[in-house]
């Protein structure tokens, strides 16, 4: 086990040495844990030699795709509309559960296989009833279970009359290509065709680009293959000579009356 301390002191130095090491980087700023000045380079792949420049934060460890979670949770979610509500989160992300626990009243967690969570549960077939929940948040969760709609439909019935799903994917086609088996643990890669999937089985979509908020978040995932920007995503997420912008797809259930 993790010296709490140990790791305490680490996320102090930690970005101390790296703001020192990394000068000539481009400052940023971290919404999360306020740090302030450049952000680190995450490795995707040697071969094909993929990098991700400026993603993660070296005092909390978030990278684009929390830091956006974040802006656009407390965007949508301020306390006064979740006092006395639920929320269910999926696979949670450690740097993002403090964030949504606070926001609600109740904070549930599940995930399929983790045991620190509070439901072992499969998304395609949940154990929990009709109308359990005011909120589900999932992210990258949609390439894994081989049944894609099973999975929404189910999201979709926990969740309450007015009940939100905040869903966050990595688009990397125009259209989700299905493997038809399991590769790498995924059963998929998502298109953003998955968006008319969710309008489909929820009464209302509202999409979040990270386009909305500043630069200074650093929000862009800035795919670098072989030395060259690679952009090759579908033109809703694509940013030309850079990579691709981070989408967040909030799939709204309708107040029943
Ligand atoms: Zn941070």
Redesign the pocket.
């Known amino acids: 086990m993790r010296n709490a301390h140990t790791e305490k002191l680490k996320g102090i130095i930690r970005p101390f040495f790296y703001k020192l090491f990394k000068q000539s980087g481009k400052s940023y700023l ?1 919404p ?2 306020g ?1 302030q000045g450049p952000f680190k380079d995450k490795r995707i792949s040697k071969q094909p030699d993929l990098v991700r420049i400026d993603s993660k ?1 070296p ?2 460890a ?1 990278n684009e795709r929390h830091r956006m979670m974040y802006l656009v949770f407390n965007e949508v979610f301020n306390a006064a509309e979740t006092q006395g509500k639920s929320v269910l989160h999926i696979a949670p992300e450690d740097c993002l559960k403090d964030l949504v626990a606070e926001k609600f009243e109740t904070y549930h967690t599940a995930d399929l296989l983790k045991q620190d969570v509070d439901f072992n549960e499969d998304v395609q077939a949940m154990s929990f009833n009709d109308n359990s929940y005011d909120c589900v948040v999932i992210s990258r969760v949609l390439t894994i279970p081989p049944d894609l709609d099973a999975s929404l439909s189910e999201i979709h019935r926990v969740l309450k009359p007015g009940g939100l799903a905040v869903i966050a994917e990595i688009y990397k086609h125009e259209e989700t290509k299905e493997f038809g088996k399991m590769i790498n643990e995924r059963s998929r890669e998502i298109g953003i065709d998955l968006i008319d999937k969710i309008d489909t089985v929820f009464d209302e979509v509202e999409c979040f680009s990270s386009n909305r908020y500043d630069e200074q978040y650093q929000l862009a995932n800035k795919m670098v293959l072989d030395g060259q920007p690679t952009d090759n995503f579908p033109d809703k997420v694509k940013i030309n000579n850079v990579g691709f912008s981070e989408l967040v797809v909030i799939g709204k259930v309708a107040n029943k009356t």
């Open positions: 971290c999360i844990c740090y934060c005092k909390c978030s």
